[in-house]
């Protein structure tokens, strides 16, 4: 059988550069969308894919986010994950969103690493994880996203709180933005 894995992230990439390329509720400026040639990523590399086992907070505590503008955001910390990357055990805090319309409700993974700032956007990246029944997750730094403040300041994106910034640099998913 052929995996089709690097495939499957190769489309989603092409996809969501076409989308914010040419879709009207694209993040990207409408006066950069013309010369907007796709976003940059690190090469896929598997070994950024993690097999793990939520561990659900019992107390679920609501926390207040910063924003990159305007008033906090409150997210519940729902439980998390604990991994090795870099020689390095981590841990990374999962969230869901108080006041969410969607269901089921995805599980919000924000993270700052070694490389916010440098290679990768500075307020952090995104990950999103639909809900498992078993509380096991295919958690894939490949998929990490900017948020998109990070294309315009019109948004308002929530800042991934100190308890989720790694020690470690996580070089996949998505670059900082030039234009």
């Known amino acids: 059988m052929v995996d089709d894995y690097p495939f499957a992230i190769e489309q989603e990439r092409k996809e969501k ?3 914010f390329r040419e879709e ?10 013309s010369s907007f040639r796709g976003l940059e990523y690190y090469p ?8 793990v086992r939520l561990q ?15 008033p906090e955001q409150e997210y519940v910390r729902h439980g998390f994950f604990e991994f090795a990357v870099a020689g390095q055990t981590v841990r990374l805090n999962v969230y869901r969103a108080v006041h969410s319309h969607r269901r089921p409700e995805p599980l919000f993974v ?4 070694a490389t916010s700032g440098k290679e990768t956007y500075g307020a952090g990246r995104y990950l999103d994880l639909e809900p498992t029944r078993d509380e096991v997750y295919d958690l894939d730094f490949n998929k990490a996203y900017n948020p998109y403040c990070a294309y315009s300041d ?8 100190p308890e ?3 020690p470690v ?9 030039s234009h």
């Open 44 to 51: 896929l590399d598997p070994s950024f894919r993690f097999r």
């Open 164 to 166: 989720n910034w790694l």
């Open 56 to 70: 659900v907070d019992p107390t679920q505590e609501v926390l207040r986010f910063p924003t990159s503008k305007g």
């Open 169 to 177: 640099p996580i070089r996949a998913g998505e670059k900082s933005w």
């Open 17 to 19: 550069d076409y989308s």
């Open 110 to 113: 924000p993270f700052r690493d």
């Open 24 to 33: 009207a509720d694209s993040p990207i400026p409408h006066e950069l969308r």
């Open 154 to 161: 019109d948004y308002v994106c929530p800042l991934p709180p």
